[in-house]
Nanobody, 121 residues
Framework: QVQLVEAGGGLVQAGGSLRLTCAVS????????MAWYRQAPGKQRGLVAS???????NYADSVKGRFTISSNNTKNTVYLQMNSLKPEDTAVYYC???????????????WGQGTQVTVSS
């Protein structure tokens, strides 16, 4: 069974840094676009950053210049380096990947379980 396993959340003071990691658990054939989303209390889940297999990245305006997404396609892992954190970055962060499990199969969208990031002022 394929799962996405996240790590790296926690409590940090404003201005601090955290690095989130999301790795594939289980056997897959290949991966495609990887992304991080976040959901704050009372708000909808929204895209933070995404990265294609060709390493083209995209960021929400609110995190540009502070967050960096990267990936290791060999290890099927995606990272989110978060610097200069602000209280408004507080949310549950979810990783998201398109994965192909079977040879010749289609890409299926998978979600991680979520990791809490809390930034204190």
């Amino acid at each position: 069974q394929v799962q996405l396993v996240e790590a790296g959340g926690g409590l940090v003071q404003a201005g601090g840094s955290l690095r989130l990691t999301c790795a594939v658990s289980g056997s897959i054939v290949s991966s495609n676009t990887m992304a991080w989303y976040r959901q704050a209390p009372g708000k909808q889940r929204g895209l933070v950053a995404s990265i294609s297999r060709g390493r083209s990245s995209n960021y929400a305006d609110s995190v540009k210049g502070r967050f960096t997404i990267s990936s290791n396609n060999t290890k099927n892992t995606v990272y989110l380096q978060m610097n200069s954190l602000k209280p408004e970055d507080t949310a549950v962060y979810y990783c998201n990947m398109y994965l192909r499990v079977g040879v010749g199969g289609i890409f299926v969208n998978y979600w991680g379980q979520g990791t809490q990031v809390t930034v204190s002022s």
